[in-house]
């Protein structure tokens, strides 16, 4: 099967909004979903990272996958009314809002692609109105479909125009009639005209609102509007290199910046004295304190405020930090955030992006600072797609490569 890759759900920050390009035409690029052109990506994205990154320190081999289908935790499906009266479900076309049908989608997790095919049926014979984003009319913005790798759990995220969702119990019971693995029905209601796909407020239709998901050996909860890699396999893989590059000694004050549910900081706090998780959004910061809870650890705080803000408290009142983990959105960091880790001074800062170009840009930001880099490691965490995850060392410490 060919599919234009740029038209699939990857284009959405790591926030959630739509990348935001309305004139942009539709990427000509088509890939293969098969094992040489996944071996072909590979070399392509080993030469890009090298291009773009070499210039700091030699690039290590890319850490792909053994098994690189059906790999995306996390699927968003748009809908759409036919002329004749049929719902289609799909998803965006890059930079348009047009809804390309979409099936047996190679990359997504295999269980949403069966739920998603059952909601659009759902939709017809419940006769629900999908939103239409330019009359503002109708119910049904979007559907996300959040699945665990580890413990199976299924959350169903039904994004809503209004807070009146009439018969949501008789559609859920169908729902789960047809799905009685899925383990959480959720109402979130969107009433802005906005790209952001997630409104604020959330109501419970079945289940406990949240799931949850094991990784690196903890447990974790997770909200439907927090931040969770969408490639588990790979996250372990990507955790794992990031905790070894810090070569913790127990000793050591380390921030988690950019924290989302507190995973990094979570699984350091082992190895660590103390560690402190930042995140802007309230409620994976709620997630994160339960998922410390649950996991019973006691080194480790996390708090709810913009990561650069917070740095600069922390380099006013002279803190001493050890290692900074820092994993900005794709974004990057901000010059208000790398200054004071500059302050700051911790001896290590691991940096893990999925933007290598706003990454280099800061790697250039640090290093005239005082910083060199160590390692360089890029991860397919997102096979079959344009997009590089990087995990990189920096130290203080002057080090000759030879
Ligand atoms: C790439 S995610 C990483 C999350 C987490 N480290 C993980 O591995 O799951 C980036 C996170 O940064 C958060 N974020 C975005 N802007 C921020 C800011 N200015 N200050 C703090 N956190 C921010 C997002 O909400 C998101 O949870």
Known sequence: MKENIKGRPGNRKPDGRKVQSPNKKPNPVAYEYTDEEYRRLLVKKQTEMEKLLSGFAPVDPIVGMENPYYYRNKVCAEFRKLKNGTIISGRYQEGTHNVIETKGCKIEDQRADAIIQDITGLFRSFKMMIYNEDSGYGLIRHVLIRTAHQTGQIMVIIVTASPVFPSKKNFANALLKLHPEITTIVQNINTKDTNMVLGDRNQVIYGKGYIEDVLCGKRFRLSPGSFYQINSVQTEKLYNKAIKYADLKKKETVIDAYCGIGTIGIVASDRAKRVIGVELNAEA?????????????????????????????????????????MDPPRSGSTEEFLSSVVTLSPRKVVYISCGPDTLARDLKYLTTHGYQVLKITPFDLFPFTEHTEVVTLLTRDRVIFK
């Open 285 to 325: 910061i709620r997630d994160a304190k339960i998922n410390s809870r649950m996991n019973k650890i006691e080194n480790i705080e996390f708090y709810a405020n913009d990561a650069g803000r917070f740095m600069v408290e922390l380099a006013d009142a002279d803190e001493h930090i050890d290692v900074v983990f």
